[in-house]
T-cell receptor, first 116, second 113 residues
């Protein structure tokens, strides 16, 4: 079974600065997807960014980018120019490409605080 | 707004009772997933349906059951409730089981007293 580990329960960042959230995962599969989801106080789970394991290029979405290291099974999220609205819980998630295994496996989350 | 609707938003009930949580997926989405978010277990996958049929089962207790109806809405039934069942229950939907983007509802906060 796959596992996802987020070793930083809490992080903080100054507004306009850059912060990196860590995620490692364990799998025996070679093809899969990785995600970062944001959960603000409203509880809504919002997809931030997605990475396909067969793509070597790191995914980028505006101020959000990832550092995907497949051999190390590491998938960190970098938030640039942090804004107050970025304050939330961030969850790293894994999804298999095997038929019948399309559910998400989540890490425990990292609570990000943004300091004005 | 993700387009996934969950009702009710909050539910308070007593131990031993039974409740039903409802989920309406986004228009056009055939696949529905249920997740449980609790403080000790984190976010856990419970069960997935695709076009009315069960596709995958996760850490779902025998006291819990779900179904997806012909109009594609889904219900999660929780019975013989225990204090430990208090959690946030999310529904997510996607076009098909293989689609990578799942859209989440706002969840139902269940409190068992």
């Amino acid at each position: 079974a796959q596992t996802v580990t987020q070793s930083q329960p809490e992080m903080s960042v100054q507004e306009a600065e850059t912060v990196t959230l860590s995620c490692t995962y364990d799998t025996s599969e070679s093809d899969y997807y990785l995600f970062w989801y944001k959960q603000p106080p409203s509880r809504q789970m919002i997809l931030v960014i997605r990475q396909e394991a067969y793509k070597q290029q790191n995914a980028t979405e505006n101020r959000f980018s990832v550092n995907f290291q497949k051999a190390a099974k590491s998938f960190s999220l970098k938030i640039s120019d942090s804004q107050l609205g970025d304050a939330a819980m961030y969850f790293c998630a894994y999804r298999s490409r095997m038929a019948g295994s399309y559910q998400l496996t989540f890490g425990k989350g990292t609570k990000l605080s943004v300091i004005p | 707004d993700s387009g996934v609707t969950q009702t009710p938003k909050h539910l308070i009930t007593a131990t031993g009772q039974r409740v039903t949580l409802r989920c309406s997926p986004r228009s056009g989405d055939l696949s529905v997933y249920w997740y449980q978010q609790s403080l000790d277990q984190g976010l856990q996958f419970l069960i997935q349906y695709y076009n009315g049929e069960e596709r995958a089962k996760g850490n779902i207790l025998e006291r819990f059951s779900a179904q997806q109806f012909p109009d594609l809405h889904s219900e999660l039934n929780l019975s013989s409730l225990e204090l430990g069942d208090s959690a946030l229950y999310f529904c997510a939907s996607s076009v098909g089981p293989q689609n990578t983007e799942a859209f989440f509802g706002q969840g139902t906060r269940l409190t068992v007293v």
